[in-house]
């Protein structure tokens, strides 16, 4: 209990140590999600006690049990793992926010299936932003084609972009590298609201090895699971 006090700690001062550096003035503008994939529900209700509020979760079927479980608490939900088409229902009902939606399919099924009683699902549009060809995600020109349609779609609310870019070895110029897709990230996200006339305010990048990049480049939404929660069961 003490060492995730003291890791709670440590993650909002590497925060605001790296809002400063980067001359971010605004501390409301970077929102600190735990991910809690892996972890045991006792956890995510220690750190809620200790003020945070979002919670990610990569595994659905894990999901749904913490759901349940910790359904008094006023907890925010994202989804950020891999989606199967078979899935969306669940997510659709029981999340607040999406982020890795990678094709245009689970955005419609997504938005088919978002109860209408509840607000819009907030959702990022994954980008395979360093071009991996094991990883998911929309391609930076591929995103062009689909976005005109998943704008329509009536129960989702596209609020930006998210990334898992490449892991940059350590040493050398390693905040330098870690900079460079976020900063594709970021003016993507400027060009497509531009050409389409939207207003996506939200970066989901960055994670526990590179969130000082990631705020330095504009994120809005860390990703952090290991730095906060330690290593997980596998
Ligand atoms: C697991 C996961 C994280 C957290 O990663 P850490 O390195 O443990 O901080 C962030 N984002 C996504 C999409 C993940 O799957």
Sequence with gaps: MTKIIKQ???????????????????????TL??????????????????????FGESYLQEALQKIEKLSQLEIIWHFIGPIQSNKTKDIAQQFHWVHSVDRLKIARRLSQQRPIEL?????????????????????????HDA????????????????AIPAPVAEGNEQFIK??????????LMLQLNKDYQLDM???SMGMSNDLEAAIAEGATIIRIGTALFGSRET
Excluded: W
């Design 8 to 30: 709670f700690e440590h993650i909002k001062q590497r925060i605001v140590q790296a809002m400063h550096s980067s001359g971010r003035t605004a501390p409301e503008t970077v």
């Design 33 to 54: 999600l735990a991910v809690s994939k892996r972890h045991p529900y006792e956890k995510i209700q220690s750190l809620y006690e200790l003020g945070q509020q979002h």
């Design 119 to 143: 607000p819009p699902l907030n959702i990022c549009l994954q980008i395979n932003i360093s071009n991996e060809v094991q990883k998911s995600g929309f391609s930076t020109t591929n995103i």
């Design 147 to 162: 976005i005109k349609e998943i704008i329509s779609l009536p129960n989702i609310k596209v609020r930006g972009l998210m």
């Design 178 to 187: 870690q900079c460079i897709p976020f900063q594709q990230l970021r003016e």
């Design 201 to 203: 305010d939200t970066l």
